[in-house]
């Protein structure tokens, strides 16, 4: 996704408010994840490269199963395109099956 030409500056200015408010979310739950993981003292800024990857992953997953409960658990809060991100459960569940479909009919696609 690209940032948008914007039509007027007012767009601009919503543009960069929600990013805004979605990058203060993500920083105090990054933040959050490490002080969970590492304890309250650790400090964010001796976190090697590697771990911040992870703690990055961690918190980005953990943001995706909440929303998703919580639009479960709230069916009025949930999208038309909610169903279209996948979680690692449900890659590979789509992934078996499509082995098992390719295995079954192994021989008998004539293409």
Known sequence: MNIPNFKTEDDRREYFAIYNRHL????RLFENTIKR???????????????LETVDSI????????????CEDKP??????DDIF?????????????????NSDSGSNPA
Not at 86 to 102: A, P, R
């Open 37 to 51: 993981l590492f304890g309250p003292d650790y400090k964010a800024d001796t976190v090697t490269a590697p771990s």
């Open 86 to 102: 996948l979680s690692t459960f449900n890659v590979e569940k789509i992934v078996k099956q499509v082995m098992e479909d390719l």
């Open 76 to 81: 009025d809060y949930k999208a038309e395109n």
């Open 59 to 70: 918190t980005r997953s953990l943001m995706y199963d909440v929303e998703r409960k919580f």
């Open 24 to 27: 203060d979310m993500y920083a």
